[in-house]
């Protein structure tokens, strides 16, 4: 359910026909000319502002060509024989490269001695092969998307020199090798997708230190720890679904920007319990933290989520009474809580029981399709110390964000 909630979401903020693109490119190069201080232009689901390029136009357009031959000299297969339409100095003139003019920022498909290669989308390309060391020479380009290809090996180290990149999807390839940090070396990067790749190894520390609005790591290998300055991102989706991380969801995760709107732990060998913190982000949509072995009682903030619209919990090993907490929430569409073992219903529960949600497998007494009464009898977690941070009853949500700082300080200060 997620995965349609989400891709039908991203497809109507990314998915743009070839003319809506070009304006994106236009509307970017206009801004990345402006004065400091100017308005800024929003481009995928987040915002940025490029530095102003230098150099020639004439010498931007020269690496330009550079660049491309030389990665068209590393593609060893392209069926859709687009790379065909690459051949002369007109750059600009390559299908899925997207040229504007510096001076105007007008949309060019005929190179002049004030245009710039500011865009490439090769999406859906099918090619095979090897990013190269040459496309760094692409100072101005602001969007990368090579999505749904079969390109292999890792990022280059000269892509650091990206310096105007806004969004760079990286997602649905071949792509291998321990987190490319070179995409932390990218001053305006705010859109990074790497799903869907062979990527591995620890995630790093200062990755949600970035400006980043959206961080898509789902469907690799990475393994280890999720890094304690997850508090720190700014960001409103993240998605680390489908990997091998471990540990306790960081307690910093109570400190991120109360923007945020979809994150994905699902499918990980995460334990402990869901943190207090949680409630804090009231523009929160989408929580998934199924197929874990998450523990104990769900925290009472979760009634401050009023806009969360997809819940699952499915898949742990979460315990205690399934309460008005949850089950009041107004916004929800999707409510799943099944292989877990809750062991009572409030009345609101009861009456979602039978319209769709599904509370299977759990070891609620006198309901159908729980576990064999031998599975309830020993709830793991049962020593399990979860935080809970006392609140108003009924919970003010709006007192929530101070009452867990209040008790973070005074753990802190704690002997």
């Known amino acids: 359910m997620w995965e349609v909630y989400l891709d039908k979401r991203l497809r109507s903020i990314r998915m743009m026909d070839m003319e809506k693109l070009t304006t994106v490119v236009v509307l970017l190069l206009v801004h990345s000319n402006a004065a400091k201080g100017a308005m800024s232009v929003g481009v995928g689901i987040g915002l940025g502002s490029p530095p102003a390029p230098s150099g ?40 899925g490269v997207f040229c504007a003019d510096s001076e ?17 989308d090769l999406n859906h390309a099918n090619l095979q092969g090897t990013l190269v060391k040459e496309l760094s020479l692409l100072s101005h380009i602001t969007l990368l998307h090579l999505n749904s290809n079969r390109l292999s090996g890792s990022l280059p180290d000269t892509f650091r020199d990206l310096t105007s990149l806004q969004e760079l ?12 940090s070179v995409t932390l070396y990218m001053p305006t990067l705010i859109y990074l997708d790497l799903r869907f790749n062979n ?44 990997n091998n991380l471990s540990g306790n969801i960081p307690f910093s995760f109570a400190f991120m920007s109360s923007r945020l709107k979809e994150i994905l732990f699902l499918n990980n060998q995460l334990t402990g319990c869901i943190p207090q913190g949680v409630g ?9 933290v199924s197929f874990n072995s998450l523990m104990g009682h769900l925290p009472d903030t979760m009634s401050c989520l009023q806009q ?23 916004s929800l569409l999707n409510l799943t809580v099944a292989y877990n073992f809750f062991s009572g219903l409030s009345g609101e529960c009861s009456r979602l029981f039978n319209v769709g949600f599904d509370f299977s497998d759990n070891c609620i ?12 009898s020993i709830i793991p977690g049962g020593s399990l110390n979860c935080l809970r941070i006392p609140t108003p009853n009924p919970l003010v949500c709006a007192a929530l964000a101070e009452n867990l700082s209040k008790h973070t300080n005074a753990r802190s200060s704690s002997p």
């Open 199 to 242: 990527f591995s190894g620890p995630l790093p520390q200062d990755l949600f230190n970035k400006k980043l609005d959206a961080i898509f790591l789902n469907n690799n290998n990475f393994e280890g720890e999720i890094p304690q300055s997850l508090g720190n991102s700014p960001a409103s989706v993240i998605n680390l679904a489908n």
């Open 104 to 120: 105007d920022g007008i949309a060019t498909t005929a190179a002049t001695e004030s245009s710039l290669v500011a865009a490439i």
């Open 308 to 330: 969360i619209e997809v819940l699952n919990l499915a898949h742990n090993k979460l315990s205690g009474e399934l309460s008005n907490v949850v089950c009041s929430l107004r």
């Open 280 to 288: 804090i982000f009231t523009e929160l949509q989408v929580f998934d």
């Open 56 to 95: 020639s136009p004439v010498a931007s357009l020269t690496n330009a060509y550079t660049a491309l031959q030389a990665w068209k000299s590393a593609i060893t297969d392209d069926p859709l024989k687009i790379l065909d339409t690459w051949v002369g100095p007109n750059v600009c003139g390559y299908k």
């Open 169 to 180: 999807d990286l997602s649905n390839n071949l792509l291998s090798g321990p987190f490319p």
């Open 365 to 376: 007494p006198g309901r159908d399709m729980q576990r064999p009464q031998p599975d309830c």
